[in-house]
């Protein structure tokens, strides 16, 4: 493998979808504060599922990998997932008018059910290395937009309600979580990466990375014209 991280080879290979992705108008929206609260809420609602299946997509991490110090570096992902950010967003949710027991009954959307039973369905049909890959999109993705809104001159700062979401996603302790997933997926290569494995898992990159931008769209269908 050369000297770049394998997620930087991955982003690097899909620079076009990348950037679709993490500059998308949602995304845009939080960054100049203007996205509709109707469009916000909804992701909030959708992404509450979502966080339900990613832990199982960490759950099954476990169980694919092979070792104790994979297990045990995907098991915390997996605890901070069920245990730290599932609170987190619950509380985060009333913020914005929403209750738990609304978010228990929402009814997942299509662009949902595709990409966590695509994530899910990339681990059970590959190996531990295949399902890190279909995960890193989210899991490294949300921590790379977060620090560049933080960081960015253009980023409205004075009445921006999205301000603790931005805050939230380029804290120390969520760049220390996106490193640790880095590195553990570094780790995973050096048992398991192969050059000619990098077209296929660049495939699942792509196609997990065309995925979260659906998800963002998501929130952008409901308002008018949009769909």
């Known amino acids: 493998m050369t000297n770049l991280m394998l997620f930087d080879r991955l982003r690097a290979d899909n620079m076009d979808a990348w950037n679709a992705y993490a500059h998308h108008d949602f995304v845009k929206g939080l960054q100049s504060g203007e996205l509709p609260k109707s469009a916000f809420q909804h992701y909030l609602k959708q992404d509450y599922i979502f966080l339900i299946h990613f832990a199982r997509a960490y759950a099954l991490t476990v169980y694919k990998s092979d070792n104790l110090t994979d297990m045990r570096s995907a098991t915390e992902v997996l605890n901070a997932i069920l245990n730290v950010e599932m609170g987190l967003h619950i509380g985060y949710c009333a913020e914005w008018g929403i209750d738990e027991k ?3 009954s929402v009814e997942e959307e299509p662009q949902n059910m595709a990409y966590t039973r695509y994530v899910l369905e990339r681990g059970m049909a590959g190996d531990v290395l295949d399902l890190l890959v279909a995960l890193c999109p ?6 790379e937009i977060g620090v560049r809104l933080a960081e960015s001159n253009e980023t409205v700062r004075d009445g921006n309600p999205y301000l603790p979401w931005i805050e939230m996603y380029s804290s120390q302790e969520h760049r220390d979580t996106v490193e ?6 570094d780790n995973l290569a050096r048992s398991r990466y192969t050059e000619e494995r990098f077209p296929e898992l ?7 990375t065309k995925l979260e931008a659906e998800f963002w769209q998501m ?4 308002l008018p014209g949009k769909s």
């Open 219 to 222: 929130g952008l269908n409901i």
């Open 138 to 143: 989210c899991a490294i993705g949300y921590g």
């Open 180 to 185: 640790g997933i880095k590195a553990h997926l």
């Open 102 to 104: 609304a978010l228990e």
């Open 202 to 208: 660049s495939k699942t990159f792509l196609s997990a």
